[in-house]
């Protein structure tokens, strides 16, 4: 089960901390990443990261600004995403996910997902 936190209203400029806790299976086992969807698009993805922490991957628009990481506790692993300096196209539902044996940018690799948290940001 991978559960979503964190998303809310910021201005522009602003910043968010996303959280996912994913539990219920050997999730540290698994590599994990964050997926958005804006309304009308596809789920594209943000950032992913390896099983043990030392790989991370970004999308060349939340580069510089959004920083990935986890905590694998012994049942629970804790994914979160540092948002910095938003902006108005930044604004999607945000979702972890888990489940490729890498890290990986491709959202097929991914088997389980959690529900989503809203991000939106005003300019």
């Known amino acids: 089960q991978l559960v979503e936190s964190g998303g809310g209203l910021v201005q522009a400029g602003g910043s968010l901390n996303l959280s996912c806790t994913a539990s219920?299976?050997?999730?540290?086992?698994?590599?994990m990443g964050w997926f958005r969807q804006a309304p009308g698009k596809e789920r594209d993805f943000v950032a992913s990261?390896?099983?043990?922490?030392?790989?991370?991957?970004?999308a060349d628009s939340v580069k510089g600004r959004f920083t990935i990481s986890r905590d694998n506790a012994k049942n629970t692993v804790y994914l979160q995403m540092q948002m910095n300096s938003l902006k108005p196209e930044d604004t999607a539902v945000y979702y972890c996910?888990?489940?490729?044996?890498?890290?990986?940018?491709?959202?097929?690799?991914?088997?389980?997902w959690g529900q989503g948290t809203q991000v939106t940001v005003s300019s």
């Open positions: 219920g299976r050997t999730y540290s086992t698994l590599a």
């Open positions: 990261i390896s099983m043990a922490g030392y790989s991370t991957t970004y």
């Open positions: 996910a888990a489940g490729a044996q890498y890290s990986s940018r491709d959202r097929n690799q991914y088997t389980y």
